[in-house]
């Protein structure tokens, strides 16, 4: 396998032919930490989205070489009255080893535990989901991103609505699994946590702006140039041209057909 | 005692195949209510069941009162509004609760003018209503093999049924058999209605499904044990529904559906989880 664990080529996502992730062109490297960076509708969680299949590129693609993938989205459908236990939540993590029909192992069941200890949730294993905090929440769906074991891993604002010291045990849990060797890519929108723990920074308003070593990305001129983008629909807009380069692109709706 | 609970069975015919019928259909129909309830379709379970309705009474125009004819001509317009309404709320925009509203209600529009077409009153009445006494072998057999089916496939995708529930987004970013099995749980909701409308007709075989299902809920946060307690719901209420209906002469499936309906309403005021409980809690709490 390569260097390279993703490879965005000239890749646009959108919704009903209008352009949300627009020519997007970048590499992510295997190891790294990543934060994706953007204001709010400039195609991160999109991106993310493409990133795990559920969403179909309009054109380009996303080239990804990894064996697994753990996604934590956003705007999760998980139904918090559903008469679960967290270990129930948390053992759907192994969905990717086991399948629709294999048996959890006792090494498995060793794993499950260490993952539940090392998001701080030892105990909690019998307890409804439906009793649970929302950092708690946050914390048995990290445990389960630990046990799927996954190389790429993709967390979209995982830290919303999470106190200091959860966001603390998530990140230093965070940057273990980079330790590890695996991939992840973070939506975040606090600055100075992307300038503290984030080596690498994806700054995109629709298109990107910046890649890169996070010190060389997040400066003053991009962080304008990121915000300088226009975030509503336009029936009116142009259609965008094959042959465009990016520059022309940026800073402007871009319907597709 | 005696004489009134047990010699009704051990002397007719009609009451034992009546009990075997509907305790099988109670076994398979229960579980697969509950996974409605938890998806929040609980009313999708009475769509479908109007929704069979014109192809049982396709079979019926065509073939007279006979169980083969009925049961797949209920079972193919079944499926063909479960996946109509999958297949247009999964390409538009719709939700899949509007397009199967307007689905079954096309297909029960088509029913009733087909039954008034050609079959008597009489004849819609047993369509509509069924009849657990007048079960015949291959009613049984049918119910039987239903009851196989929904146990076999509830054992082999009881991870993904749960998955789906619990997580769909997590499930379709690791597997791409949610789909499949969503539309493998819709058709055995199909089957299993169908199953019951020979025993309890269209309108109220959704009935054995469902209450055993919600009055459940009120005494567990489990999904293995509310299925338990959900099929042991469904055989008192079969029980002692076919007592009912002997004794004082009713019939016999809104007799079982009326004994469901009680127990609910007992389990939402007495249950574990249920309005008592949570009216008369106290001010007594543990500090953590």
């Given at each position: 396998m390569s260097d390279t664990c993703l490879k965005f080529d000239n890749l646009t996502l959108g919704y009903q032919g209008h352009a949300a992730v627009h020519h997007l062109s970048g590499?992510?490297?295997?190891?790294t930490l990543t934060a994706v960076v953007g204001a709010n509708g400039s195609g991160k969680s999109t991106l993310m989205k493409g990133i795990a299949g559920i969403l179909k590129p309009i054109s380009g693609a996303c080239i990804s070489e990894f064996s697994r993938l753990a996604y934590l989205p956003q705007q999760s459908e998980l139904d918090r009255t559903f008469p679960a236990r967290v270990i129930d939540l948390v053992s759907l993590g192994f969905w990717?080893?086991?399948?629709?029909?294999?048996r959890m192992t006792p090494a498995d069941k060793t794993d499950l535990a260490a993952c539940l200890a090392a998001v701080g949730l030892t105990g909690f294993e019998k307890r409804p989901l439906d009793s649970l905090s929302g950092g708690q929440m946050q914390r048995a769906l990290f445990a389960r991103a630990m046990v799927q074991d996954a190389d790429l891993i993709l967390l979209d604002e995982p830290f919303n609505a999470v106190d200091e010291r959860t966001i603390g045990d998530l990140v230093v849990l965070v940057k273990r699994w980079v330790a590890e060797g695996r991939t992840v890519l973070c939506v975040l929108h606090d600055h100075a946590l992307v300038r503290a723990h984030f080596p690498r920074t994806l700054l995109m308003a629709r298109t990107l702006v910046g890649c890169g070593a996070t010190d060389t990305v997040l400066t003053v001129d991009n962080l304008l140039r990121a915000r300088?983008?226009?975030?509503?629909w336009d029936d009116n807009a142009a259609w965008c041209g094959d042959g465009r380069s990016l520059d022309d692109a940026s800073g402007q709706v871009v319907a597709h057909v | 005692m005696f004489e009134y609970f047990i010699c009704p069975f051990l002397q007719y015919g009609f009451m034992q195949r009546a009990l075997f019928g509907s305790i099988v259909l109670s076994v398979s129909c229960a579980p697969v209510g509950v996974f409605l309830m938890l998806r929040r379709m609980s009313l999708t379970g009475d769509a479908m069941s109007h929704a069979i309705l014109p192809g049982a009474a396709l079979g019926f125009l065509f073939f007279g009162l006979d169980i083969l004819p009925m049961t797949i001509g209920g079972l193919v317009v079944g499926l063909l509004v479960a996946l109509g309404s999958g297949v247009v709320s999964r390409f538009t925009v719709q939700k899949e609760d509007a397009s199967m509203a307007a689905f079954y209600l096309i297909s029960l529009a088509v029913g009733v003018l087909l039954v008034s077409w050609r079959g008597s009153s009489v004849d819609l009445m047993h369509v509509l209503f069924g009849s657990v006494l007048a079960l015949n072998d291959e009613a049984l057999a049918l119910i039987v093999g239903i009851a196989l089916v929904t146990f076999v496939a509830f054992t082999i995708f009881w991870r993904a049924l749960v998955a789906e529930c619990l997580d769909p987004l997590f499930l379709r970013s690791v597997s791409r058999i949610g789909g499949p099995v969503h539309f493998l749980f819709l058709t055995l909701v199909v089957?299993?209605?169908?199953?019951?409308?020979?025993?309890?007709?269209?309108?109220?075989?959704?009935g054995l499904m469902m209450l055993p299902a919600v009055a459940a809920r009120f005494w567990s946060n489990d999904v293995r044990s509310l299925c338990l307690i959900a099929i042991t719901i469904a055989v008192a209420s079969s029980l002692s529904g076919l007592l009912l209906s002997y004794h004082a002469s009713m019939p016999s499936g809104p007799a079982i559906i009326f004994c469901a309906g009680a127990i609910y309403v007992f389990s939402a005021l007495a249950g574990r989880r249920g309005m008592l409980s949570s009216l008369l809690r106290s001010s007594r709490h543990k500090t953590a």
């Open positions: 590499e992510i490297r295997r190891g990717q080893k086991r399948g629709l029909l294999g300088g983008f226009q975030e509503a | 089957l299993n209605l169908i199953g019951g409308f020979q025993a309890l007709g269209t309108l109220l075989s959704v």
